[in-house]
């Protein structure tokens, strides 16, 4: 363009010469007007030019803050697949957290005095004001970090730590095993700080049920059961240091002398080092316990409770909604919802009521595998076909697709709680460790086979395995983004991800959609539940007695779920806002492009730019609908 309007000028003036030595005044005019036609194209290439370059001075910036906040977990550099720091465990606490905010204060004060808003790309503001909006959230956060529980029905230190060790700790060399045998007695000081923090909020008397004191106990001591600390087979920890020892000495990277003092001194951290913080930690737990509720109760009743919980919705849904406007919500949602799983009740000519047609699915054998290692084989070989299937169709509805493989497996027995909420834990963003689905198969009679195919898709394809996995891969945004994590987003693209597969053809049988309205059910009723019991002080057996009276989820599954919302408060409410947003912005997007309408780009247009608050999430598709248009 630019070259195009210089010719324009030239050939302008040489016309004029042509007429006579001296141009005449209408062609000095012309040539004067030309020029500054041609001036004002080339501005807005200008201007381009000006915030693709503030923005690539900005991204550079952000990748250098990025790394030094990394610096601050080293379990966060393992679980990216990085070996920096990887003899240590987080420093668990209070000033340690002070400190990372405080960096975080002077990061945002920084980046306002040296980058100008107003000249940057709308993908470089987007990442500014995500920045700011990452330090907003966690000084909002601040008051109430000792209301946070210790565990919960999904989990505490107590098992998080030996699975970090586990599935995150990888070893090549004969370093990386000595490094993982320094990391045990991290785990020792880092299980006694968060023992102390724990502590500190009970003298406030901030406590979770009494269950989770049960579960936190149970976990604790199957860590420590078995060899080194006792009789017995080995101990989780102690059977995979085994398991990468001898690997190490397959490889040739090891001799059997180095092997077996590898093995002593890791068996010497259990025991010395690991196994006194357990016990501490144990009889602490025992010793409060009593001090629990027996009954449990919603957080509002905590000091500062209703304050703490509204801090709770604003981080699980990145919107300011009220607790009475969730439920209400969550009311609407499930009418509307009750209406379409009458619909298939009445296709499978069912003879009787929804209520009776719930009770059918949740108790008869038909649908449920045996709870026998054969059955929890032929469960697992299911679900892997229907990732397979699809996998086969996900080009037809994304442009970007993820890289990194996926694997499903059974939870590991030291964690694994009955009922427990099936979950997904990322792979690292080079590929070399994949993505994991994971399922509680202690009891196959909470494994519903009318909701196998939903769950597939939620954790799986194109639910979380899709969305993070290109969230870490994708290289045109600074890497702070790849690592974002805002559950509305998260969640909400796999509840998304359950109603788009069967808009991929996916759910044939009116009893695995039947399941497919479970899960969309499962989400609406948490948001009447969790606001019930958080803030409208509801009972654990309200929520229960109303789980079951509006879904087919077996019980055991129900109250794992009720006691998982007692203890995560709000956590449960970001499913079902997060996807009807989704919902919604598609909706605008299909009626405001009609033809110009591509489901390619649209979900590109939601992945490319990693988790987003939702704000910013729909301020980056209006950004898309406007380009499109123009």
């Not at 381009?48 to 910036?61: C, G, I, K, P, S």
């Not at 945002?108 to 790309?121: G, S």
Request: with cysteine.
């Amino acid at each position: 363009m630019r070259k195009a309007l210089l010719s324009l000028v030239i050939a302008s003036a040489i016309a004029g010469c042509q007429q006579g030595e001296e141009p005449n005044k209408n062609t000095e005019q012309a040539a004067t007007a030309a020029q500054a036609e041609a001036q004002a194209a080339q501005q807005p290439q200008v201007q381009e030019d000006q915030q693709q370059d503030e923005t690539a001075r900005l991204t550079e910036w952000f990748d250098a803050k990025f790394e030094e906040q990394l610096q601050f977990s080293p379990i966060q550099l393992s679980y990216l697949g990085r070996k920096e720091q990887y003899s240590k465990i987080d420093d668990m606490t209070k000033a340690a957290d002070e400190r990372e905010l405080a960096w975080k204060k002077a990061t945002v004060e920084e980046m306002k005095e040296q980058f100008d808003y107003d000249k940057l790309t709308a993908e470089g503001k987007e990442s500014y004001d995500l920045w700011i909006q990452q330090y907003e959230q966690s000084k909002a956060n601040q008051p109430f970090w000792d209301h946070s529980y210790f565990a919960s029905e999904l989990g505490g230190p107590e098992a998080q730590f030996p699975t970090f060790l586990i599935n995150q700790h990888k070893v090549d060399t004969e370093q990386d095993m000595r490094d993982y045998i320094t990391r045990i007695g991290g785990i020792s000081t880092a299980l006694g700080q968060l023992l102390e923090r724990a502590q500190g909020s009970a003298d406030k008397g901030i406590r979770p049920p009494q269950f989770a004191y049960d579960l936190a106990i149970e976990r604790a001591q199957k860590v420590t059961t078995g060899q080194p600390f006792g009789e017995g087979d080995d101990a989780p920890l102690m059977a995979d240091a085994k398991k990468k020892i001898a690997a190490l000495k397959d490889a040739g990277t090891i001799d059997e002398a180095t092997a077996k003092d590898l093995q002593a001194q890791a068996a010497k951290a259990l025991t010395g080092e690991m196994k006194p913080s357990y016990d501490a930690y144990i009889a602490w737990l025992k010793e409060d316990r009593a001090n629990a509720d027996k009954e449990p109760r919603g957080v509002s009743n905590l000091p500062d409770g209703e304050k703490y919980y509204a801090n709770r919705l604003a981080h699980y849904t990145t919107l300011p909604m009220t607790a009475d406007e969730v439920h209400q919500l969550g009311l609407d949602e499930v009418a509307r919802i009750r209406k379409e799983m009458e619909a298939i009740k009445d296709q499978v000519e069912f003879d009787g009521n929804l209520q009776e047609f719930f009770t059918y699915i949740r108790t008869d054998d038909k649908f449920y595998y045996p709870n026998t290692d054969e059955g929890r084989k032929e469960y697992l070989e299911e679900v892997e076909g229907y990732l397979a299937d699809i996998e086969a169709k996900l080009p037809e509805y994304f442009g970007i697709l993820p890289k990194a493989k996926l694997v499903v497996k059974r939870v590991e027995p030291f964690r694994e709680v009955p009922g427990g909420a099936q979950h997904y834990s990322s792979g690292t963003p080079d590929g070399s460790r994949p993505g994991t689905y994971y399922v509680h198969m202690s009891d196959m009679s909470a494994l519903s086979m009318a909701d196998m195919e939903t769950v597939t898709y939620h954790e799986g394809n194109p639910g979380h395995h899709m969305q993070i996995s290109i969230a870490q891969e994708l290289e045109n945004i600074p890497q702070f983004r790849t690592q974002a994590h805002f559950t509305p987003y998260i969640e909400g693209w796999a509840l998304y991800s359950e109603k788009l597969s069967k808009e991929m053809g996916q759910f044939k049988d009116p009893y695995r959609d039947f399941g497919r309205l479970t899960a969309e059910m499962w989400r609406a009723i948490r948001l009447v539940v969790d606001t019930g019991m958080h803030s409208k002080g509801w009972s654990q057996d309200q929520a229960v007695e109303y789980f079951l009276e509006n879904s087919a989820i077996p019980e055991g599954a129900v109250r794992s779920e009720v006691r998982r919302y007692l203890t995560y408060p709000g956590q449960a409410t970001s499913y079902k806002i997060g996807m009807l947003k989704i919902e919604e912005l598609r909706s605008k997007a299909e009626k405001e492009l009609g033809d110009q309408f591509d489901i390619r780009a649209f979900h590109d247009t939601v992945l490319g730019g990693g988790a987003l608050p939702l704000p910013l999430l729909e301020r980056r598709v209006n950004n898309w609908i406007d380009s499109v248009k123009s």
